[in-house]
């Protein structure tokens, strides 16, 4: 196990710096001159060799990556272009907003989509199975930039017919007021835990349809449980094993759709902050932040294979070359 653990930290510090190569060379080809952005449309041209200088953006190319990258593997992601404030500060402090807003999402995916997903697997040869996975294919087609929209116009205060929930901004005090903290995130969270719970419920009962013929499941009901008892006594290690390999192929998506939230509901955090950069063209700042942004769903795949193979004893047994 120790050394399936380190050869999987070892490919994930390779995905890592391969990443980190490409966020840096695609920024490098974009159209424009940082040093124009930053001076303004009046800079001279000595101001703008000046700017050019003092940002190192007149160096080659491998000595900038290479210092960027030295600056990461000691914590230090640069100074911003636009606010000349550590870029490891500003991150942290919208991920405050982001990172809550990611685990609420997930929360309710995996609240929505699990027990969903079981029943309407154990269902699936019935009516009412058909139609919560009619429902879920709809569902899962929504994008989350709608399903935010719909939720406004059903719950939204000012807005809403139901008026409950607020749809714009978050608390200036942040997390030191933390039931509107809490209430500012609800309608994103649950914008993003929808649609993702809708394709954890398709996985889920497909994965409950194909463990429901199996000869360990035929077993147990001969010894006398029932279908949906055999199920989880015994059927639920090899359930998750499949909801976990979900999760890791839809953790890019959990970010993508909180980038699209925040935007949508007015949130300071990581997502629009990235939007707000590349408008900028802060690029020092963005590189750091999409590598770190790559970095989560890394980390994401790195746990769910471990957890596999904490899981599944079968893959204990397999000899790590």
């Known amino acids: 196990m120790t050394l399936y653990v380190l ?6 510090a390779v995905g890592l710096l391969v990443t980190s ?11 424009g001159d940082i040093a124009h952005v930053i001076g303004g449309t009046k800079a001279t041209p000595e101001q703008i060799a000046t700017l050019r200088s003092t940002y190192g953006l007149d160096a080659p190319l491998l000595s900038q990556y290479t210092d960027w990258l030295s600056g990461l593997v000691r914590g230090d992601l640069g100074i911003s272009l636009r606010t000349h404030v550590p870029i490891s500060t500003e991150v942290a402090e919208k991920f405050h907003v982001t990172g809550p807003l990611c685990l609420m999402g997930i929360t309710v995916a995996l609240l929505l989509g699990l027990p ?6 154990l269902r699936h040869d019935r009516p009412s ?6 429902v879920t294919q709809g569902v899962a087609a929504v994008p989350v930039l709608w399903a935010g929209l719909l939720l406004i116009l059903l719950l939204g205060k000012g807005v809403g017919l139901a008026n409950l929930l607020p749809t714009q901004g978050f608390p200036i005090d942040g997390w030191q007021q933390p039931g509107r903290a809490l209430q500012s995130l609800l309608l994103p969270a649950l914008a993003i835990g929808l649609v993702e719970g809708a394709v954890i419920l398709r996985f889920t009962r497909s994965a409950v349809i194909e463990a429901l013929p199996q000869d360990y499941l035929r077993t147990a009901a001969a010894q006398g449980l029932t279908r949906t008892q055999a199920l989880l006594r015994r059927g639920l290690p090899n359930v998750s094993l499949s909801v976990l390999s979900v999760i890791a192929l839809q953790a ?6 909180a980038v699209v939230v925040e935007a949508l509901f007015a949130l300071p955090g ?5 939007v707000t950069d590349v408008a900028n063209r802060d690029l020092i700042k963005v590189q750091s932040e999409i590598l770190l942004l790559a970095a989560l769903v890394l980390v994401v795949g790195l746990l769910v294979d471990i957890t596999h193979r904490i899981i599944d004893p079968r893959q204990r047994r397999v000899v790590v070359v």
């Open 116 to 121: 969903a997903g079981i029943w309407s697997g």
């Open 21 to 31: 190569l490409l966020v840096f060379t695609a920024l490098r080809v974009l159209p």
């Open 270 to 274: 990581a997502g629009s902050m990235l």
């Open 129 to 134: 199975g058909a139609i919560v996975s009619a």
């Open 7 to 12: 050869r999987r930290l070892g490919l994930f």
């Open 252 to 257: 890019a998506s959990l970010v993508t759709g």
